[in-house]
């Protein structure tokens, strides 16, 4: 009876099916035995496929095997029972196989029933064609308890349920995770379609606001137009007047003067001596002296006006080209929460492109500005000025405009040369130093054979193509800043990624010539 134990132990007496002890034993053509009422149903399964295959074995047929009730086997186990060997611990696991006993015993009404032949291949070591209930957690594999005694031997493992119940506490929290991230993506989705609502209603409310603006700038600029006729009007109303005035008073002295003249002509044919005397000192007139009413000068009548009309009209231009720069960028600052590509081609930069312009207030006092604040060069050391604004140690200059979004512009320089820069503004202003000399710039030093980068008082040597047109592009956002060398193609020199706190200015730094050698620097205007 102990070798009969010992063989229950070892499965010999199992359906590979049910796991049980077989019940009714048969045996098919290659050998194998099984419960009748395990191998019909497996093999009712197969009637579909017109082929029939020994779960064990493989061994394949056309024709559905016969089965023949193998007497020895049932003998046998009949005897087994008897002794009272039981195999109690062979019944199927929660939803593995069918388990005849749960059907008649009320301990196992709870007990989770399903197909005995669901994923059986999957289920059975190919090499022992035992069930796999084992996990070795070394190889992180399904064994079967066979597979425990040699080839995982000593190796850490547990049940299959037991590694179920931990790796089910990971998958619902990984499923926890996923759920949060869905929630949290469409909750996203939700943000941007309120964002696109937004940028159309501002935009639209935008559009309303600026042809306002412009109708009441065109319609003040009409005023003016209207008052200065009315004015040009009402003045040559005053000045004909005037005229006609100077006029009809001309012409009553002509008369008197034409009566006078008739007089003295016959006082000059009178031929009595005492009486031409006596007359003669009568004539008051011939004493006074003759004076003109009209100050000869060159004719200018409404000239000077339309003149000054003119260059109040050229200030007006110059103003609103630099106002309406920095509306430009204002609205090119525009963020919403996708951050923006850095641009490749042509088309991209342009998309970015601006026009900087420099802020005389904070040139040093040896440079000079000009094209409307768009170039700097060095001018006459003879001629200073201070502000309290300027450098008054470097010969640098920081833009007007702040730059809050995304950025592109060019400079295009000569001379010695020149260091291009970005800037925090009132820090670079009150240190006074070099642009790049402090960690509030970020500067790119253009000699003419090679280019250094400068931050922090810390240079790098700058490799790429030398150019005298360089192209920066910054997204104060993002925290991206690039410089370009431009020739027909922009080609990169320099990207940095970094953090910035306060508004950016555009800075340019000209080095002092010598020997005649002069620098300067342009920013281009971009189409």
Same mark, same amino acid.
């Given at each position: 009876?102990?070798?009969?134990?010992?063989?229950?132990?070892?499965?010999?007496?199992?359906?590979?099916?049910?796991? @049980?002890?077989?019940?009714?034993?048969?045996?098919?053509?290659? #050998?194998?035995?099984?419960?009748?009422?395990?191998?019909? +149903?497996?093999? @009712?399964?197969?009637?579909?496929? $017109?082929?029939?295959?020994?779960?064990?074995?493989?061994?394949? +047929?056309?024709?559905?095997?016969?089965? !023949?009730?193998?007497?020895?086997?049932?003998?046998?186990?009949? @005897?087994?029972?008897?002794?009272?060997?039981?195999?109690?611990?062979?019944?199927?696991?929660?939803?593995?196989?069918?388990?005849?006993?749960?059907?008649? /015993?009320?301990?196992?009404?709870?007990?989770?029933? !399903?197909?005995?032949?669901?994923?059986?291949?999957?289920?059975?070591?190919?090499?022992?064609?035992?069930?796999?209930?084992?996990?070795?957690?070394?190889?992180?594999?399904?064994?079967?308890?066979?597979?425990?005694?040699?080839?995982?031997?000593?190796?850490?493992?547990?049940?299959?349920?037991?590694?179920? %119940?931990?790796?089910?506490?990971?998958?619902?929290? /990984?499923?926890?995770? $996923?759920?949060?991230?869905?929630?949290?993506?469409?909750?996203?989705?939700?943000?941007?379609?309120?964002? !696109?609502?937004?940028?159309?209603?501002?935009?639209?409310? %935008?559009?309303?606001?600026?042809?306002?603006?412009?109708?009441?700038?065109?319609?003040?600029?009409?005023?003016?137009?209207?008052?200065?006729?009315?004015?040009?009007?009402?003045?040559?109303?005053?000045?004909?007047?005037?005229?006609?005035?100077?006029?009809?008073?001309?012409?009553?002295?002509?008369?008197?003067?034409?009566?006078?003249?008739?007089?003295?002509?016959?006082?000059?044919?009178?031929?009595?001596?005492?009486?031409?005397?006596?007359?003669?000192? +009568?004539?008051?007139?011939?004493?006074?002296? @003759?004076?003109?009413?009209?100050?000869?000068?060159?004719?200018?009548?409404?000239?000077?006006?339309?003149?000054?009309?003119?260059?109040?009209?050229?200030?007006?231009?110059?103003?609103?080209? $630099?106002?309406?720069?920095?509306?430009?960028?204002?609205?090119?600052?525009?963020?919403?929460?996708?951050?923006?590509?850095e641009p490749k081609i042509k088309e991209e930069f342009l998309k970015y492109s601006c026009q900087i312009t420099l802020d005389s207030f904070t040139a040093h006092g040896m440079l000079a500005l000009s094209d409307g604040d768009t170039t700097v060069s060095e001018k006459n050391p003879s001629v200073?000025?201070?502000?309290?604004?300027?450098?008054?140690?470097?010969?640098?200059?920081?833009?007007?405009?702040?730059?809050?979004?995304?950025?592109?512009?060019?400079?295009?320089?000569?001379?010695?040369?020149?260091?291009?820069?970005?800037?925090?503004?009132?820090?670079?202003?009150?240190? =006074?130093?070099?642009? #790049?000399?402090?960690?509030?710039?970020?500067?790119?030093?253009?000699?003419?054979?090679?280019?250094?980068?400068?931050?922090? =008082?810390?240079?790098?040597?700058? +490799?790429?193509?030398?150019?005298?047109?360089?192209?920066?592009? !910054?997204?104060?956002?993002?925290?991206?800043? #690039?410089?370009?060398?431009?020739?027909?193609?922009?080609?990169?020199?320099?990207?940095?990624?970094?953090?910035?706190?306060?508004?950016?200015?555009?800075?340019?730094?000209?080095?002092?010539?010598?020997? #005649?050698?002069? /620098?300067?620097?342009?920013?281009?205007?971009?189409?």
């Amino acid at each position: 009876m102990a070798h009969q134990g010992h063989q229950l132990k070892q499965g010999k007496f199992c359906c590979s099916i049910c796991l @049980d002890l077989l019940k009714d034993p048969v045996t098919i053509p290659c #050998g194998h035995s099984y419960c009748m009422s395990c191998i019909k +149903s497996y093999f @009712d399964e197969e009637d579909c496929k $017109k082929t029939y295959t020994c779960p064990l074995c493989r061994h394949m +047929s056309v024709q559905r095997p016969a089965l !023949v009730k193998n007497t020895m086997l049932a003998n046998l186990l009949e @005897d087994i029972k008897k002794t009272g060997a039981s195999a109690d611990d062979r019944y199927a696991g929660p939803g593995e196989v069918a388990c005849d006993k749960t059907h008649k /015993s009320p301990a196992f009404k709870n007990h989770k029933l !399903v197909d005995p032949t669901r994923k059986l291949k999957e289920n059975v070591c190919s090499r022992h064609n035992e069930v796999m209930k084992i996990f070795c957690r070394t190889d992180q594999t399904c064994i079967c308890y066979l597979c425990s005694m040699d080839e995982h031997k000593n190796h850490k493992t547990v049940s299959a349920e037991a590694e179920r %119940a931990v790796r089910q506490k990971d998958l619902k929290a /990984s499923l926890q995770n $996923k759920r949060q991230k869905i929630q949290m993506r469409e909750e996203e989705i939700k943000v941007l379609q309120r964002e !696109v609502e937004a940028i159309k209603e501002s935009a639209d409310k %935008a559009v309303k606001d600026s042809e306002t603006i412009v109708t009441e700038l065109v319609r003040v600029i009409k005023e003016k137009g209207s008052e200065l006729n009315q004015l040009i009007k009402s003045q040559q109303v005053n000045e004909v007047s005037r005229v006609k005035g100077l006029q009809k008073k001309l012409e009553e002295e002509i008369s008197e003067l034409k009566q006078k003249e008739a007089e003295l002509k016959e006082l000059s044919c009178t031929e009595d001596h005492t009486e031409f005397l006596l007359n003669y000192y +009568s004539q008051s007139e011939l004493s006074e002296a @003759d004076s003109s009413y009209i100050k000869m000068r060159p004719l200018k009548y409404f000239e000077d006006g339309i003149a000054a009309a003119s260059q109040a009209r050229d200030k007006l231009q110059d103003i609103l080209n $630099k106002e309406w720069n920095k509306v430009s960028l204002t609205v090119r600052a525009v963020d919403v929460l996708l951050p923006h590509e850095e641009p490749k081609i042509k088309e991209e930069f342009l998309k970015y492109s601006c026009q900087i312009t420099l802020d005389s207030f904070t040139a040093h006092g040896m440079l000079a500005l000009s094209d409307g604040d768009t170039t700097v060069s060095e001018k006459n050391p003879s001629v200073q000025y201070s502000n309290p604004e300027r450098f008054t140690s470097v010969h640098q200059v920081l833009s007007r405009e702040s730059l809050t979004g995304p950025h592109y512009w060019e400079v295009e320089w000569s001379g010695k040369g020149v260091s291009i820069a970005v800037a925090y503004k009132d820090r670079n202003r009150v240190d =006074n130093s070099g642009f #790049g000399y402090n960690n509030k710039s970020w500067a790119l030093e253009c000699y003419k054979k090679y280019y250094k980068f400068r931050h922090n =008082n810390v240079t790098t040597d700058i +490799s790429g193509p030398c150019s005298s047109r360089i192209g920066v592009y !910054v997204d104060h956002r993002a925290g991206t800043l #690039g410089f370009y060398s431009v020739a027909g193609t922009r080609t990169p020199l320099l990207q940095v990624k970094t953090t910035f706190t306060e508004p950016l200015y555009a800075g340019v730094w000209v080095w002092l010539g010598y020997f #005649g050698v002069t /620098s300067s620097a342009r920013f281009i205007e971009l189409r």
